[in-house]
């Protein structure tokens, strides 16, 4: 079992940068692949980004590339993303998602990010 929380949202100017974290219990974190998701009002949840068990590799969606980065620490059970060069596109809920293979095994609750243009 798995629980994830997410943490670090808020209001931020466009152009501005926050930083997004997921923490989660559970001593089988190391073993999932991570993933962030977001959904906007009226939107379907669309992937963002996606880290390795190991956090060797890394894919984005390309509305975020160049922006984002996800990055994990197996240490303190936790996952990042630094967003950066924030856009009103960019406002939705962000969710952290613990992956094997395609499913997703665990959703957290969600953080909002709201950008402001």
């Known amino acids: 079992q798995v629980h994830l929380v997410e943490s670090g949202g808020g209001l931020v100017q466009a152009g501005g940068s926050l930083r997004l974290s997921c923490a989660a219990s559970?001593?089988?974190?190391?073993?999932?692949?991570m993933k962030w998701f977001r959904q906007a009002p009226g939107k379907e949840r669309e992937f963002v980004a996606l880290i390795s068990w190991s956090g060797g590799s890394t894919a984005y969606a390309d509305s975020v590339k160049g922006r984002f980065t996800i990055s994990r620490d197996n240490a303190k059970n936790t996952v990042y993303l630094q967003m950066n060069s924030l856009k009103s596109e960019d406002t939705a809920v962000y969710y952290c998602a613990a992956v094997r293979g395609s499913s997703v095994d665990y959703w957290g609750q969600g953080t909002q990010v709201t950008v402001s243009s």
């Open positions: 559970g001593r089988t974190f190391s073993s999932y692949a």
